[in-house]
């Protein structure tokens, strides 16, 4: 089938790199020369797909905490943290990259330090 197809060869396709980006780099061109006529995928390269990887997690981040929300815990993503010393804590390998921490527990009363601060949606969500 077209899924099947799609898993089995563009998907590979698309996520594999070698150490000097050649890969990257000719699918970058052909991805611009298919493009001329269909829609194609252009986030080809290591960079753009380090991106998109990162974009995937948060989206799954997203769904995690809204999990957790409807089980009556809350969540707090966190960033800015020290990447090197989780990775050790972790027992992670060195080249894995982590997106962000989640702090997850049961709220408390007293859990607010201050006035909360909200950005307006129509600051950040736009329609057309």
């Known amino acids: ?3 099947l197809k ?7 396709f698309i996520y594999n790199n070698d150490r000097l980006g050649l890969f990257g780099a000719g699918r970058k061109l052909l991805s611009a020369i298919l493009g001329i ?20 997690s948060s989206l799954a981040a997203m769904t995690f ?3 957790m929300r409807a089980e009556g815990y809350d969540t707090c993503p966190m960033e800015g943290f020290d990447s090197k010393r989780v990775k050790q804590i972790l027992q992670l390998p060195k080249q894995a990259e982590i ?15 201050g ?4 950005v307006n949606h129509s600051d950040v969500i736009f329609e057309h």
């Open 1 to 3: 089938t077209r899924a």
């Open 6 to 12: 799609y898993y089995e060869k563009l998907i590979p």
């Open 37 to 56: 006529k269909r829609p194609m995928v252009r986030e080809v390269s290591k960079q753009d797909l380090r991106t998109c990887l990162h974009k995937s």
């Open 65 to 67: 905490m809204t999990a």
């Open 99 to 113: 997106t962000m921490i989640i702090g997850c527990g049961l709220r408390a009363e007293d859990g607010i330090y």
């Open 115 to 118: 006035e909360r601060h909200r």
